[in-house]
């Protein structure tokens, strides 16, 4: 397995102040790099959504391009979000939360393009809700009164109310919660239920503590309908770096492209990339459900007005200061 930088961002109350104080300041960072064939220095969130990724490293997609990459760890999408604005990274994998990317374009217009989304719904499965193993709710409703738990961050905290909102659970208290401490928290008796991301339904599963009460949530009760997509993640470049190296950036998207590849056509034998990048690992690996992935050339109208479906959820909550559209941020092929 390849070398992983560890390079968690500084922790921040949210990434629109991060960009507010950085976007003057660190205007062009792309004038700072040395010229030549440049490190491509691509951030990732330790989750499974990020599979392509993995394939792309491990099978040696990036090194067959002729390209350099060099692979940033960090604790969270904002986290990324904050690092590409600062110019310490030229680019995120997939699973990176698209609601954080968005307002660090608000933060610097014209900050990045999303080149590869990772499209979860009822059937590839990523957000569900789980109760304990012995809890009697039959519906999302029965939750109502309850202490529930959302998962880290503006966008994560959003879709748990919300959803809890419109799927008629009244008066719950919801929390912030890392998702690892989901399940033990259920378990503890600390919360009722918990909207999630996988692996945490499997994990639970598997262990027999906990229980899945519905799968795809945001496809549900944001966008009408289970089977949407939801572009929840997104893997991106930075505008700067699209503009300052076109070819390289063109080779990176292709080589991550056999990556998503290889992901939809041997998904088992993909799985064994989970261990190292990620913590998911042995009989988890095996189990946990593989996301969805779409290429910047196979978005479809429909599908990108699902993604400003989500866009427009933020946009009504206030959490971006301003509407944005999706389909200017789509990278659409060449220089930004």
Not at 264 to 283: C, E, H, M, T
Not at 288 to 315: A, C, K
Request: aromatic share 10%; charged share 20%; hydrophobic share 40%.
């Amino acid at each position: 397995m390849k070398k992983v930088n560890s390079a968690a961002g500084i922790d921040r109350r949210t990434v629109l102040k991060a960009g507010a104080a950085l976007a003057g300041a660190l205007a062009m960072p792309g004038l700072l790099r040395a010229r030549g064939t440049p490190t491509i220095r691509v951030g990732y969130w330790p989750i499974s959504a990020c599979l392509p990724y993995y394939v792309a490293i491990e099978k040696g997609f990036f090194d067959q391009a002729g390209l350099k990459v060099e692979v940033q760890r960090y604790a969270g999408a904002q986290q990324i979000t904050e690092a590409m604005l600062a110019g310490r990274c030229d680019g995120c994998a997939n699973g990176t939360g698209t609601a954080n990317q968005a307002i660090g374009e608000l933060a610097q217009p014209g900050l990045l393009k999303f080149f590869c989304s990772n499209p979860t719904n009822a059937r590839n499965v990523l957000d569900e809700i789980i109760v304990g193993a012995d809890n009697d709710a039959n519906t999302i409703a029965d939750l109502s009164g309850k202490r529930v738990a959302g998962g880290p961050g503006i966008q994560n905290m959003t879709l748990a109310r919300t959803v809890f909102e419109r799927a008629g659970a009244k008066d719950v208290e919801v929390v912030e919660l890392p998702f690892n401490q989901h399940v033990p928290s259920i378990v503890a008796g600390h919360i009722d239920a918990a909207y999630t991301l996988e692996p945490q339904g499997t994990i639970g599963r598997l262990n027999g503590s906990t229980r899945v009460l519905e799968t795809g949530v945001i496809a549900h009760y944001i966008l009408g309908d289970p089977m949407a997509p939801w572009h929840g993640g997104a893997a991106s470049l930075t505008s700067q770096f699209l503009a300052d190296y076109p070819d390289e950036s063109t080779a990176f998207i292709e080589a991550y492209r056999k990556g998503v590849a290889y992901v939809r056509d041997n998904p088992d034998d993909a799985r064994q990339y989970l261990d190292g990048y990620s913590w998911v690992k042995g009989d988890l690996a095996r189990e946990v459900p593989i996301s969805g992935y779409t290429m910047y050339d196979e978005f479809t109208p429909e599908s990108i007005q699902y993604f400003q479906d989500f866009f427009d959820l933020f946009s009504e909550a206030g959490i971006f200061s301003s509407p944005l559209q999706v389909a200017p941020m789509i990278y659409a092929g060449g220089a930004a």
